[in-house]
């Protein structure tokens, strides 16, 4: 274990985007018009009724408007301006509040809701504002083509390759705002404190992996996340 960290490594999930008034998977108000989430985020949803999931993330884009960063966002942005040791920010989220806050090294590991592809020739472009009504590629002119940049359930995560690499050489990994129920991304923490990094877990509840960080502190990230980059920045 390493006393001063050089190397950060930062987990988000849509727990830091809940005070900005974005409602997160599993909570009470993880429900979208009386689905569940996996009804709308798989593969298999979007064969058997794409109107439907093309309408969620089209809401879900939109909602995006109405929405600013937080405490906590601010923090994390502020700590990858200051922070002259490498630092590598892995969201789950799909909003934009991370990158309108100001941080820069971001990757977002399940997608953008800004973003679509062409299902005809895979090419990754900026989101009209919505794709219900089949909107156009870019790149290749197919109508009816885009779907959501979104990493579905039973799809590959983006940037696995970094992010491993990252976690490998990370003296802290911290983990803010996920409950750690979908994988891989709730198994960072014990590639990282395999490899010596100390763990912690910033949270409103214990999250399903919570015994597996060195220390856990609950409660709001619009909180906790500001304390914790004060008291590492001095
Ligand atoms: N501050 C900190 N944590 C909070 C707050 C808050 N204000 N509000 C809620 N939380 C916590 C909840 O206690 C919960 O543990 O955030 C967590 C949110 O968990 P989920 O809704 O499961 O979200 P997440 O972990 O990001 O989901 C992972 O699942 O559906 C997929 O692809 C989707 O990226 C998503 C993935």
Redo the contacts with the bound molecule.
């Keep these: 274990m390493h006393d001063k960290p050089g190397n950060i490594v930062i987990l988000t999930?849509?727990?830091?985007s809940?005070?900005s008034g974005v409602a997160?998977?599993?909570?009470p108000d993880?429900l979208w018009e009386g689905h569940r989430?996996e009804d709308v985020?798989t593969p298999e949803a979007f064969a058997r009724d794409p109107r439907l999931v093309q309408n969620f993330y089209d809401q879900r884009r939109a909602a995006l408007a109405g929405v600013e960063p937080n405490a906590a966002h601010l923090a994390l942005a502020r700590l990858d301006r200051e922070w002259s040791g490498d630092l590598l920010l892995v969201t789950?989220?799909v909003d934009d509040l991370h990158e309108r806050a100001g941080s820069r090294r971001l990757l977002h590991m399940?997608g953008e809701l800004r973003r679509a592809f062409c299902l005809s020739c895979d090419e990754r472009q900026d989101s009209p504002a919505t794709l219900i009504e089949g909107a156009t590629c870019a790149a290749c002119g197919a109508s009816e083509a885009l779907r959501p940049d979104i990493?579905w359930f039973g799809e590959m995560p983006y940037h696995m390759e970094r992010i491993e690499e990252a976690l490998s050489g990370a003296d802290l990994f911290v983990s803010i705002?996920?409950?750690?129920?979908?994988y891989p991304?709730a198994g960072f923490v014990r590639v990282a404190a395999a490899h010596g990094a100390r763990t912690l877990e910033l949270?409103?509840?214990p999250?399903e992996g919570t015994s597996f960080f060195d220390e856990a502190r609950h409660g709001?990230?619009?909180t906790l996340v500001p304390q914790w980059v004060d008291s590492l920045l001095g």
């Excluded at 999930?13 to 830091?16: K, L, M």
């Excluded at 997160?24 to 909570?27: A, H, P, Q, S």
């Excluded at 705002?177 to 979908?182: E, K, N, P």
Aim: no cysteine.
């Design positions: 999930g849509a727990g830091i809940a005070e997160t998977f599993r909570g993880g989430v985020a789950q989220n399940h990493v705002g996920t409950s750690g129920a979908v991304a949270n409103l509840d999250s709001p990230a619009g």
